[in-house]
């Protein structure tokens, strides 16, 4: 059975850091592109980094410079560092993982998290 665990929400002041972790079981994150995506209350579920199994990553252009998205295949785990964090950051925020083609798209993902909660107060 394949479960992706995320951990590392909570609640901060802006300007502050998370690492959110992605911890897989069943699957093996080593052959799969890595997505992180968030939902804010009231909206659609956008597309925030994703790193490929050749370790190419993308990020969207909001959090260019501030996030950092990278793997650990020995653990299996994804991580996500997210500094100088803003209001608008406030989102559960979710992995995911699959062999994608397109890295942006949440439907190109076949697992899933349950998501973290991250909240940034201003």
């Known amino acids: 059975q394949v479960r992706l665990v995320e951990s590392g929400g909570g609640l901060v002041h802006a300007g502050g850091s998370l690492r959110l972790s992605c911890a897989a079981s069943?699957?093996?994150?080593?052959?799969?592109?890595v997505g992180w995506f968030r939902q804010a209350p009231g909206k659609e579920r956008e597309f925030v980094a994703a790193?490929?199994?050749?370790?190419?990553?993308d990020y969207v252009d909001f959090v260019k410079g501030r996030f950092t998205i990278s793997r650990d295949n020995a653990r299996n785990t994804v991580y996500l560092q997210m500094n100088s964090l803003k209001s608008e950051d406030t989102a559960v925020y979710y992995c995911?993982?699959?062999?994608?083609?397109?890295?942006?798209?949440?439907?190109?993902?076949?697992?899933w998290g349950q998501g973290t909660q991250v909240s940034v107060s201003s």
């Open positions: 069943g699957l093996t994150f080593g052959s799969l592109t």
């Open positions: 995911a993982a699959g062999p994608v083609a397109d890295i942006r798209p949440p439907s190109g993902y076949r697992y």
């Open positions: 790193i490929t199994w050749t370790s190419r990553t």
